[in-house]
């Protein structure tokens, strides 16, 4: 059944309460996602068909060590994923006090996108063409908009660039390359990549005002920098 503008806020308004008490830093009342994210495109519009071909573009393009390390990038939502970047010192082991704030961003990308994928009900591009061919776990609920791992993805990332940030442009390069990932794997529509960014982002410059974070950033900034041997960062 499609949802009424109303209906959507209406029904956020109710769930958010629930969602916002395992917020991390930043809780759905703050970041506005069903206020700044666009209704996504209908199944059968014109908008969506493209995204369907585009799909099945990247399906046929797909080779297997493309596929094996989008599944690879689908098993993995913790701050290490960007251990391409850092190298084999960033570990969980190493680093504990990164480790810590991973975990409460992952809260927030749990709080912030849960309102609206509940509250957008789109549905999974493979259960709405049963001819593409996802290579990760697929699921029968309509979650698809904004894409959860692609939010997470760009909230770390951001959170990394506070700790490191002359490795802006390769935690940035790493963050898009998750995100399209989820192309990749044939669970998401391009527009859930544009949306889950969009909410990374607004939630991260909310995030910044938090002085829970700032000191979390603080810890994490210090333990990174040391364990990696990387100038001292004032």
């Known amino acids: ?3 009424t503008a109303a209906t959507i806020l209406i029904f956020a308004v109710l769930c958010a309460p629930a969602v916002a008490r395992d917020a991390g830093f930043v809780t759905p009342e703050q970041s506005h996602p069903l206020e700044i994210l666009a209704t996504p495109p209908a199944p059968d519009s014109a908008t969506a068909k493209a995204e369907l071909a585009e799909l099945h573009r990247i399906e046929a393009a797909r080779t ?4 094996a390390r989008a599944k690879a990038d689908d098993e993995n939502e913790t701050i290490f994923l960007y251990k391409t970047v850092f190298g084999d010192k960033f570990a969980k082991e190493n680093l504990p006090a990164v480790d810590a704030l991973g975990a409460r961003l992952k809260s927030d990308e ?3 996108t849960g309102v609206a994928k509940e509250a957008f009900h789109r549905t999974r591009p493979y259960n709405v063409d049963k001819t ?3 290579v990760c776990k697929t699921k029968v609920k309509d979650d698809s908009y904004p894409s959860g791992h692609t939010t997470v993805g760009y909230l770390m990332g951001l959170a990394l660039i506070d700790l ?3 490795r802006r442009d390769e935690i940035l390069a790493r963050a898009d390359d998750y995100g399209h990932n989820r192309l ?3 669970v998401h529509f391009p527009s859930d990549i544009v949306a889950a960014r969009l909410v990374a982002y ?4 909310i995030m910044e005002l938090d002085p829970d974070y700032r000191k979390m950033v603080a810890a994490a900034r210090a333990e990174l920098r040391s364990a990696l041997g ?3 960062a004032d």
Not at 64 to 67: I, M, S
Not at 202 to 205: D, L, P, Q, T
């Open 1 to 3: 059944m499609k949802k």
């Open 230 to 232: 990387l100038a001292r």
């Open 64 to 67: 297997a060590e493309q596929a």
């Open 110 to 112: 749990s709080a912030n």
């Open 202 to 205: 607004a939630v991260h410059a």
């Open 164 to 166: 490191a940030p002359e």
């Open 132 to 134: 593409l061919h996802p």
């Open 184 to 186: 990749v794997c044939g």
